[in-house]
T-cell receptor
Framework: DQQVKQNSPSLSVQEGRISILNCDYT??????FLWYKKYPAEGPTFLIS?????DKNEDGRFTVFLNKSAKHLSLHIVPSQPGDSAVYFC???????????FGTGTRLKVLA | NAGVTQTPKFQVLKTGQSMTLQCAQD?????MSWYRQDPGMGLRLIHY???????DQGEVPNGYNVSRSTTEDFPLRLLSAAPSQTSVYFC????????????FGPGTRLTVT
């Protein structure tokens, strides 16, 4: 059973608009969440993270929101740019271990 | 810094062959991991290491072996390749558990026929 889910395999957004990528998790003990971005033929790169003691973390055009009661996090990209077109993964390091769980990814396409 | 390097970039194996995927990092990171990425499945953890001489299993360890004799290197061995091991393999490293952020290599695309 998947503990980290990204239910939208793909998303298309017009350049300049907001992109919202979602991630749901099942274990309320998870206390840290990360987003990675992946271009074709490259390894994932770290984008932004959030600790469970916060409900929002912002870095330039990227903001991650955490709703602990709903076990849901979202990544907002404003404004979206064509260079943001990539696959985005949410990831969770399971408590007390170094065992990461990744979501299945959402492919974002930003249309010029 | 070269970061995390992986060799080879591409490999084709026949069923039953063995091979080693190489991974090295020059950032003096304690933690290193191997993942495989399959369509629709995200990245799944194969094995990980919390330091030289210490390794542990991840989510999908069967058919793979690892060792960590130095901080820099973390090779992944396929003992007897199977078509189900056709995948893209990524190595990653991290400085410490507290930072959580991982640095990934460029990947190895493996095809087993």
């Amino acid at each position: 059973d998947q503990q980290v889910k990204q239910n939208s395999p793909s998303l298309s957004v017009q350049e300049g608009r907001i992109s919202i990528l979602n991630c749901d998790y099942t274990n309320s003990m998870f206390d840290y969440f990360l987003w990675y971005k992946k271009y074709p033929a490259e390894g994932p790169t770290f984008l932004i993270s959030i600790s469970s003691i916060k409900d929002k973390n912002e870095d330039g055009r990227f903001t991650v929101f955490l709703n602990k009661s709903a076990k849901h996090l979202s990544l907002h990209i404003v404004p979206s740019q064509p260079g943001d077109s990539a696959v985005y993964f949410c990831a969770v390091p399971t408590s007390g271990t170094y065992k990461y769980i990744f979501g299945t990814g959402t492919r974002l396409k930003v249309l010029a | 810094n070269a970061g995390v390097t992986q060799t080879p970039k591409f490999q084709v194996l026949k069923t039953g062959q063995s091979m080693t995927l190489q991974c090295a990092q020059d950032m003096n990171h304690e933690y290193m991991s191997w993942y495989r990425q399959d369509p629709g499945m995200g990245l799944r953890l194969i094995h990980y290491s919390v330091g030289a001489g210490i390794t542990d299993q991840g989510e999908v360890p069967n058919g793979y072996n690892v060792s960590r004799s130095t901080t820099e290197d973390f090779p992944l061995r396929l003992l007897s390749a199977a078509p189900s091991q056709t995948s893209v393999y990524f190595c990653a490293s991290s400085y410490s558990r507290e930072t959580y952020e991982q640095y990934f290599g460029p990947g190895t695309r493996l095809t087993v026929t």
